[in-house]
């Protein structure tokens, strides 16, 4: 609105500016050429008297739309002027009388109404340039958001699976969606350059609905699933909290309708919303699991844990790093695992990379767990072919992954 109200108005006051300076130009040109006028019939007057009594008090001299007035001197010159809009004065030089012109708000209407119709025009034909000048600006904003928009019509965003393991048993029980863009000229891209640019744009759930609605297919037709499979889905708080978002995803899930489970997983910080913990009450009641996501960085206890109906709890990778060092933060691990037992909550490690912290993770007791250890996130179609078949062999060790294939695990 501002762009094309601005131009218009900007153009209105240029109009009364200019109205305003002509129309005080022509008032101290009439004053200027009525004091030469009456000079001149003064000097023919002389033998009159003096100038004081030729030209005594205040004389009107009408002139519509403008007022012209005579004064003796100038000591009545506030008094003729104010009930006056624009006025101005002139001095004799030599009889010492003084003439003053001015418009009042009927004399100045008058005089500017013939003006009127050219400044509506352009007015509105500024207005017309501003709405011109809207349509065709563009913020990095809109063309991020077009540029997401067109990758998402193309199905260029994937969900990729990352496996989750039974540390007791070394089967996979589940898989964590992570969002990757399979550009056309960059290959395939980690979420770190696309997902805060969808979060901002307001995309970040039309991707994610994307994406699981491919997944969910290539599980649907796997024949091997195990009982209590789970598909891990990262949503923020923002998302959970629009309704109609919840309800089409819950529409879209089907929980309870699938041979397998959906798990909604939502940070650790995003769960502390007052606002948030009925919502993710009535996701479980609606048949999803719910996972606390990042568990640790913001570590608030076991009561803070049992007033949240949570099913899993996933520890943050930068407490699982603490394993095997004399890192400050590395009893947060033992105190997670403590609270996980009296409260009933399956923990989840994420980020697990070696051998040894995946040991001592299965000793604490910590059910699952996944990383770079057993695998990066791959394709929903290598996932089934290479993971669902056939069980973990610990003695086989978890295997190294180059560079290339580390994508961030939080995505």
Not at 33 to 58: F, M
Not at 77 to 85: M, Q, R, V, W
Not at 87 to 92: D, E, I, K
Not at 385 to 399: A, M
């Amino acid at each position: 609105m501002a762009w094309v109200a601005a131009p218009a108005l900007a153009f209105l006051l240029a109009c009364v500016m200019l109205a305003v300076a002509l129309a005080q130009g022509e008032l101290r040109q009439e004053a200027h050429r009525r004091v030469e006028i009456l000079d001149a019939d003064l000097d023919q007057l002389g033998a009159a008297g003096s100038p004081a009594r030729a030209v005594s008090g205040q004389i009107s001299l009408p002139t519509d739309p403008m007022r012209l007035s005579v004064l003796a001197d100038g000591k009545g010159a506030a008094a003729a002027s104010g009930d006056l809009l624009l006025s101005t004065q002139a001095r004799s030089p030599r009889h010492g009388h003084v003439v003053q012109a001015g418009f009042d708000a009927h004399g100045l209407w008058e005089r500017s109404r013939p003006a009127l119709p050219l400044a509506a025009a352009g007015a509105l034909a500024c207005a017309l340039l501003g709405l011109v000048a809207l349509r065709q600006r563009r913020s990095p904003d809109d063309d991020i958001r077009e540029g997401l928009q067109r990758a998402l019509a193309r199905g260029e965003f994937e969900g990729h699976l990352q496996p989750i393991i039974e540390l007791a048993s070394g089967r996979c029980v589940g898989a964590e969606m992570l969002m990757r863009w399979r550009h056309p000229t960059e290959g395939l891209v980690g979420p770190a350059s696309f997902l805060p640019l969808a979060r901002a744009t307001g995309l970040i759930t039309e991707m994610t609905e994307s994406c699981f609605r491919r997944v969910a297919d290539q599980l649907d037709a796997c024949g091997h699933l195990g009982e209590g499979f789970m598909l891990s889905v990262n949503f923020t708080g923002a998302q959970l909290m629009r309704e109609a978002d919840c309800e089409r995803f819950t529409a879209m899930a089907r929980p309870g309708g699938r041979r397998w489970y959906t798990v909604i997983e939502v940070s650790e910080t995003d769960a502390r919303d007052p606002a948030l913990p009925p919502r993710l009450a009535r996701l479980q009641d609606a048949g999803f699991l719910i996972a606390l996501d990042d568990f640790g960085t913001a570590y608030g206890g076991t009561r803070w844990l049992e007033r949240l109906p949570v099913d899993l709890v996933k520890i943050d990778n930068r407490i699982v790093a603490t394993i095997g060092t004399d890192s400050v933060m590395r009893p947060v691990l033992d105190a997670i695992v403590l609270a996980s037992r009296q409260t009933g909550v399956h923990l989840i490690a994420e980020a697990v990379e070696t051998r040894a912290q995946a040991a001592h993770l299965r000793q604490l007791g910590v059910s699952c767990a996944q990383g770079f250890a057993y695998s990066a996130a791959m394709s929903a179609e290598d996932f089934t072919q290479r993971w669902l078949p056939e069980l973990i062999r610990e003695e086989e060790g978890p295997r190294t992954l180059s560079g290339a294939d580390r994508h961030p695990v939080d995505a």
